[in-house]
């Protein structure tokens, strides 16, 4: 099996800038993406179990692994949710579907996506990891648009070794995540960076 165009873009490029930027002496010490979650929840529809069927169809489509499908864990009157009832999809993607995943999402979803300015660079959790929604599944070219039998919201979750925001940020903009333009003032401080989230 061939190696993946971009495991091979992180292995000969990647990993000595990061190391030149952020000043590392060893090679085990540059962050790596460790693993892509995808997921979606249709906890606000009035069909949750039929809807819970079409975004295992549309994740499965999108990643080409089939998603496992998440329960509540308590009732909710208010959405009359009950204990146990299913409420969304979610697939964790590795080794190589994960490098392809990336690959297509930099190169070819994103790209496509109407009146695209970039994705915002400030979704960092404090550890290095990064997530971003997506409203609609109809921004990734393996969905059909004849075949779509309802909108669907979904996250991607983008989980790296990273110690600190700024490393895991140094480390995707390396593999070419189309951020917007970072402003200086974002830093590193997850305090900041939640505050700013709070405005955004």
């Not at 146990?84 to 496509?112: C, D, K, S, Y």
């Not at 960092?124 to 609609?136: E, L, T, V, W």
């Amino acid at each position: 099996m061939s190696t993946p165009a971009l495991l091979q873009h992180y292995k000969n490029k990647v990993v000595p800038n990061l190391k030149k930027k952020l000043g590392y002496t060893n090679p085990h010490q540059v962050p790596q993406l460790e693993k892509i979650v995808v997921t979606s929840c249709m906890g606000k529809a009035p069909d949750r179990k039929v809807a819970v069927d079409d975004a295992v169809a549309e994740i499965s489509k999108i990643t080409g692994q089939k998603p496992s499908i998440t329960f509540s864990k308590k009732a909710v009157a208010n959405f009359k949710l009950r204990e146990g009832e299913p409420l969304g999809a979610r697939v964790t993607l590795r080794g190589t579907q994960m490098w392809e995943f990336l690959h297509r999402f930099i190169n070819v979803t994103a790209p496509n996506i109407r009146d695209f300015r970039g994705i915002s660079p400030k979704s960092f959790d404090g550890r290095g990891n990064y997530a971003c929604g997506f409203s609609d599944q109809t921004i990734f070219p393996e969905i059909e648009l004849d075949q779509v039998k309802r909108q669907i919201g979904f996250d991607l979750i983008f989980v790296t070794t990273a110690n600190t925001d700024k490393e895991g940020r140094e480390l995707l903009i390396e593999l070419g995540m189309p951020f917007r333009e970072i402003k200086k003032a974002e830093g590193d401080d997850p305090a900041a960076a939640q505050a700013e989230l709070a405005t955004a």
